[in-house]
Nanobody, 118 residues
């Protein structure tokens, strides 16, 4: 069974940084694109970033371009999201998933809370 384990969330001040990890089991990163999504209270889930390890393609939402960096370590089967210059509007539960888009058949991690104080 494919599983994703997200971690690394926490409390940061505006302008600070956090690094999220998405550890995958029962899959090879070369076979999947891994996406990061977030959902703030009262808002819909939105795509933040995505990486296709086999091609090296990366995607960033406009709201995080230049601040967030996605990367993968195939040896550790883990995808990272380095979040710099954090803003209060980055506050959300962050999820990783086995696709760049939501839809049927996508496996989700359990979510990790990111809170950015002003």
């Amino acid at each position: 069974e494919v599983q994703l384990q997200a971690s690394g969330g926490g409390l940061a001040q505006a302008g600070g940084f956090l690094r999220l990890s998405c550890a995958a089991s029962q899959l090879h990163l070369d076979d999947y694109a891994i996406g990061w999504f977030r959902q703030a209270p009262g808002k819909e889930r939105e795509g933040v970033s995505c990486i296709d390890s086999s091609s090296g393609s990366k995607y960033y939402a406009d709201s995080v371009k230049g601040r967030f960096t996605i990367s993968s370590d195939n040896a550790k089967n883990t995808v990272y999201l380095q979040m710099n210059s954090l803003k209060p509007e980055d506050t959300a539960v962050y999820y990783c998933a086995t696709d760049c888009n939501t839809g049927p058949g996508v496996t989700w991690g359990q979510g990790t809370q990111v809170t950015v104080s002003s």
